[in-house]
């Protein structure tokens, strides 16, 4: 009787812990991060850029789940006096889909330089930066104000 009991108390914790030990507890909802960001003129290090200058933009990405970061987008707008979207100049609205030095890295510092036209609009400009982890989880900083100034 008590070799019954005892067994019956050994299966029921050997069931217990294969049904603990299966369990999958991959997270696949947390999105990366984005960190340390900087927008800044490539020759001085400061936010006013002139027409034709070079923006060096710089951040770090960091995939917070079990997954790998797989691309970034970076914009740069300026805030039209119209208010609406459409009537934005864009320095850039590129999608970076297949950097060597980002798919598939749990983390990754990007540095991008960016020709400003010189056709482009004076004044300030707004830096977004988007990062999406291969589950497609995406963050951005468009409440985050990376600023810079395009001058003549």
């Not at 710089?58 to 006096?81: C, M, Q, S, T």
């Amino acid at each position: 009787m008590k070799k019954n009991v005892l067994k019956s108390i050994q299966l029921t914790i050997l069931a217990g812990v294969l049904v603990f030990a299966s369990c999958d507890k991959t997270d696949t909802t947390t999105p990366p991060e984005i960190k340390n960001i900087a927008a800044t003129n490539h020759d001085d290090n400061t936010t006013v850029i002139p027409r034709g200058g070079t923006i060096s933009v710089n951040f770090e990405a960091v995939a917070k789940n079990d997954g790998r970061l797989d691309w970034y987008h970076i914009e740069i707008h300026d805030h039209p006096e119209s208010g609406l979207v459409e009537d934005e100049y864009r320095i850039i609205d590129d999608s970076f889909m297949d950097k060597v030095t980002f798919k598939g890295l749990k983390n990754a510092n990007v540095h991008e330089h960016i020709i400003v036209p010189a056709e482009a609009n004076l004044g300030a400009y707004h830096v977004v930066i988007t990062v999406v982890d291969e589950y497609g989880n995406s963050v951005d900083t468009e409440d985050v104000d990376v600023s810079i100034a395009i001058i003549e």
